[in-house]
């Protein structure tokens, strides 16, 4: 069964903090992508990558970068940890750019930061 | 830029029941429709995807259908189980490299 796997389910940071969120997929798929979901807010995209070394910011990149050295895996760092980034982190992938693959999504990481 | 609804964001039937869940979508030219379901604390699990191409798409229980040109689509759930109750979210593809626009999902509770 094809998945992706996200590193931990729960995790506590103090403020301040550098946090690393790991996000690995055994489909060989060339794109991956980190959202953030909030109540009443929904999805939120940070970054996607669709390359190995390639980034592309989405909708709410501040206080985050991210990492992808290989294709199997897509980090998420939150540099300095802030109590607004309390949060649930939804890592996807897809296959390159074609429109009849869709999403398959991780478990996802519940961070709070304290 | 492409706005996604999905109207009720709660709903409550008894176990049993066949049931509708919309989705509305603002720009017709997509690539894809997927549903998805997520339980409380949990990723997002793939029910359904339907390409622009397509009418429906059919999964046991499941029958997602699509109309581009109203801006809707719907996810038909047969004989509604307790084991159902979980949110389900709709998502649109309309973007480069696969950039995806998410509903706020309807949350929906079968009771026995």
């Known amino acids: 069964d094809v998945k992706v796997t996200q590193s931990s389910r729960y995790l506590v940071k103090r403020t301040g903090e550098k946090v690393f969120l790991e996000c690995v997929q055994d489909?060989?798929?060339?794109?991956m992508f980190w959202y953030r979901q909030d109540p009443g807010l929904g999805l939120r995209l940070i970054y996607f990558?669709?390359?190995?070394?390639?980034?592309e910011k989405g909708d709410i990149p501040e206080g985050y970068s991210v990492s992808r050295e290989k294709k199997e895996r897509f980090s998420l760092i939150l540099e300095s940890a802030s109590t607004n980034q309390t949060s649930m982190y939804l890592c996807?992938?897809?296959?390159?750019?074609?429109?009849?693959?869709?999403?398959?999504f991780g478990s996802g990481t519940r961070l709070t930061v304290v | 830029k492409q706005e996604v609804t999905q109207i009720p964001a709660a709903l409550s039937v008894p176990e049993g029941e066949n049931l509708v869940l919309n989705c509305s979508f603002t720009?017709?030219?997509?690539?894809?429709l997927q549903w998805f379901r997520q339980d409380p604390g949990k990723g997002l699990t793939s029910l359904l995807l339907?390409?622009?191409?397509?009418r429906e798409q059919t999964s046991g229980r499941l029958n997602a259908s699509l109309d581009k040109s109203s801006g809707r689509s719907t996810l038909y759930i047969a004989a509604s189980q307790p084991g159902d109750s979980a949110t389900y979210l709709c998502?649109?593809?309309?973007?480069?490299?696969?950039?995806?626009?998410f509903g706020t999902g309807t949350k929906l509770q079968v009771i026995p």
């Open positions: 996807a992938s897809s296959l390159s750019g074609r429109a009849a693959y869709g999403y398959t």
């Open positions: 489909m060989d798929h060339e794109n």
């Open positions: 990558s669709y390359d190995v070394k390639m980034k």
């Open positions: 720009d017709s030219a997509i690539y894809n």
């Open positions: 339907i390409q622009s191409s397509q």
């Open positions: 998502a649109v593809n309309s973007g480069g490299y696969q950039k995806v626009t």
